[in-house]
């Protein structure tokens, strides 16, 4: 009892309370900032903007965000008319549209593909030095421009959601239009499922004849952001249409068909991607 | 009496006799048909669907029906649309777009080279037999499928058909785009754009890295969104007035 008394007789002091009050608001409004930022994303639109500032140099602001079916993106407006996507999530830079590089130089001809690839990739290593680990998975020319797309793949063959995207323009060398994916593996890429047998799973979803587009070990993230290793196979074959053809007209068209096969189990799995 | 008769019977048979043109219907606000096929690929119609709220809030009427037959896509397309995007199949070697139709199939050809007289018979249509009074109010014609902007030896050729009969600024592929979900969220990122930022349609070559237009953005907004590998749906070719914007949202002016 005199222990209570003295206890009460403490706190009830002066000094206690100017102790104790601090330290109980401190801790509620820290505690209440925690948990409001654990229920939001991890950045703001300031964050974002400053973001795009820092690593593609586009001076913006941030206004809105816009849904997608692979989670949203900050978009800054770049007060040159530029525009930046941001992982709300992660910071990561997912796209720019708009050019992301004037050329260096004027050049007097055309550059040939390993010149723009070399400009490239010096280009995606200022916003993405992971990009230093990838491999080149596609390299094409389309209408006046060059295409690079690099990406992570592991020792299993799979092809992981980190990649980056840019086109480099083969007359004058300026750099735009990146696009890109960081997303941490979280599960184990080592497949059960062979290819041959992935492919027999593929076959038997389409129609005989069918000719194999690709098929390929990928991470995919589903609608409920888990992620599977599927085998990702793409069919394509000609459809006719002999009504069409005893009325005196072709009637055929190219089908296809893409599909994810649980690198696991072995179970079509496509409908949980959309 | 008889002045008046014969004058009211002269006015009756000069109107009937009179050529009327065949004129497209202006609505207001006006029409956008977005058609999608799930035959072959059903997440292409699920994802350009959630595209079309953006297109209503650009201010047009949205129309997004799925696995629509030849003859209706024809009769809205000619007569009522404003902005008119496919995502389906696109015919083998250019020239046309194939639809399902009941249980078959059907067809919207740009025309028949070798047949240039026949006329439209269900379930086969072609551009070639529409007037220009019909699509004048056309302002875009997008045709995501295979082959849309190549020149069939038979069939011809979508956008130079779709132009020559009043489309302002027709869109299609140069190439097979195989049929993930990649077509519709195209599609998705095209009306974002539309809403969003009203920037121009195109630039003149089409895919350029460093346009700062609405394919661009659709093309970034779909490798964004689906893992980055359906980079085929960079080989496009455009016609027409590529640099208008479409807001507000209007009738083509041919």
């Known amino acids: ?274 | 009496m008889r002045r008046i008769f014969v004058l009211t019977v002269t006015a009756i048979l000069w109107l009937g006799l009179t050529p009327v043109a065949v004129l497209g219907t202006q609505h207001n606000p006006p029409w956008a048909h977005v058609i999608s096929q799930d035959w072959g690929a059903p997440a292409v119609s699920t994802q350009i669907r959630w595209g079309s709220p953006w297109l209503r809030s650009s201010g047009y009427t949205v129309y997004d029906p799925i696995n629509l037959s030849s003859g209706s896509t024809y009769g809205y397309w000619m007569n009522d649309d404003s902005l008119f995007l496919y995502a389906g199949h696109g015919f083998s070697g250019g020239g046309g777009l194939v639809f399902p139709n009941g249980g078959g199939y059907g067809y919207i050809y740009a025309e028949d080279r070798l047949y240039p007289w026949l006329p439209n018979s269900d379930p086969y249509y072609f551009l070639a037999n529409s007037s220009t009074g019909q699509m004048g109010d056309n302002l875009l014609a997008v045709f995501i499928g295979c082959d849309t902007a190549k020149t069939g030896p038979r069939y011809g050729n979508l956008l130079d058909m779709s132009r020559a009969r009043g489309t302002d600024c027709a869109i299609g592929w140069n190439r097979e785009i195989i049929l993930s979900d990649s077509p519709g969220i195209f599609g998705m990122g095209f009306m974002r754009g539309v809403w969003d930022r009203n920037l121009p349609i195109d630039s003149p070559v089409g895919y350029h890295p460093n346009d700062a237009d609405l394919m661009a953005y659709a093309y970034n907004y779909m490798m964004s969104n689906s893992g980055g590998m359906d980079w085929r749906l960079a080989d496009w070719t455009t016609r027409g007035q590529y640099a208008q914007k479409l807001r507000p949202a209007r009738y083509g002016a041919w």
């Open chain 1, 1 to 274: 009892m005199k222990a209570v008394k003295a206890l009460v007789g403490r706190v009830g002091s002066i000094r206690a309370w100017t102790i104790a009050v601090p330290i109980v608001v401190t801790a509620l409004v820290v505690g209440g900032a925690l948990a409001v930022a654990g229920e939001g994303p991890a950045i703001d639109y300031d964050e974002a903007a400053r973001i795009a500032m820092e690593k593609v140099g586009v001076a913006g602001r941030a206004t809105s965000t816009v849904p997608g079916p692979k989670g949203d993106m900050i978009e800054v407006s770049g007060e040159d008319g530029r525009i930046v996507w941001v992982d709300p999530d992660t910071g990561h830079v997912r796209g720019v549209i708009g050019e992301l590089r004037a050329a260096d130089r004027d050049l007097r001809s055309e550059l040939t593909t390993s010149a723009a690839q070399a400009l490239a990739f010096a280009a995606v290593r200022s916003i993405n030095p992971a990009v230093t680990g990838m491999e080149l998975v596609r390299c094409e020319r389309i209408n006046s421009s060059f295409n690079f797309m690099w990406q992570r793949v592991d020792k299993n063959g799979v092809m992981l959601p980190q990649w980056a995207a840019i086109g480099v323009e083969a007359d004058t060398g300026a750099m735009g239009s990146y696009t890109s994916e960081s997303e941490p593996v979280e599960i184990d890429t080592k497949p059960i499922l062979s290819r041959r047998r992935a492919q027999e799973v593929a076959k038997g979803l389409v129609p005989d004849g069918a000719l194999e587009a690709w098929m390929r070990l990928q991470v995919m993230r589903d609608r409920n952001r888990r992620q599977t290793l599927v085998w990702y196979a793409a069919y394509s074959w000609t459809e006719t249409d002999p009504t069409a053809q005893a009325r005196g007209h072709n009637g055929t068209w190219t089908a296809s068909r893409t599909m994810f096969i649980d690198a696991k189990t072995g179970e079509d799995v496509t409908a949980r991607f959309y």
